[in-house]
């Protein structure tokens, strides 16, 4: 599938799961979604980024943060079930980095508003 093709295809699938959000009683704000080389860059070399490959440089990521009754939810674990349901739409969620496939059901990773498009 083109790049292209990918990028048509995330817009939909990031749709499904904030209408699953909302229908669950959460609200959202948006985060990121592109970045530029640069902006990507000062963020590696901030520490707030690992790589310079991001999904986000692509249009295929984007970060969401959550609110439960007009609160921000900062608490990682409150993102598993948007998680979950995006990797069911066949996603690859952040909530799944660093941690190893045998401990995501007691575990979040350190990136969990990121939703991205799997390859």
């Known amino acids: 599938m083109s790049l292209s093709e990918r990028q048509r295809r995330f817009p939909p699938m990031l749709a499904n799961l904030i209408s699953f959000a909302y229908e669950n009683g959460y609200e959202l704000t948006l985060g990121e979604a592109y970045r530029t080389e640069e902006q990507q860059r000062l963020y590696v070399d901030s520490g707030r980024s690992r790589t310079m490959n ?16 007009g609160v921000y939810l900062a608490d990682k674990e409150r993102y598993r079930f948007l998680g979950e349901r995006w990797e069911g739409l066949g996603g690859r ?3 799944r980095f ?5 401990d995501y059901a007691t575990e979040v990773g350190w990136d969990s508003n990121h939703f991205e498009l799997s390859e």
């Open 54 to 69: 991001s999904r986000h440089r692509d249009r295929l990521a984007a970060d969401l943060n959550l609110f439960k009754d």
């Open 93 to 95: 969620w952040g909530g």
């Open 98 to 102: 660093g941690v190893s496939p045998v």
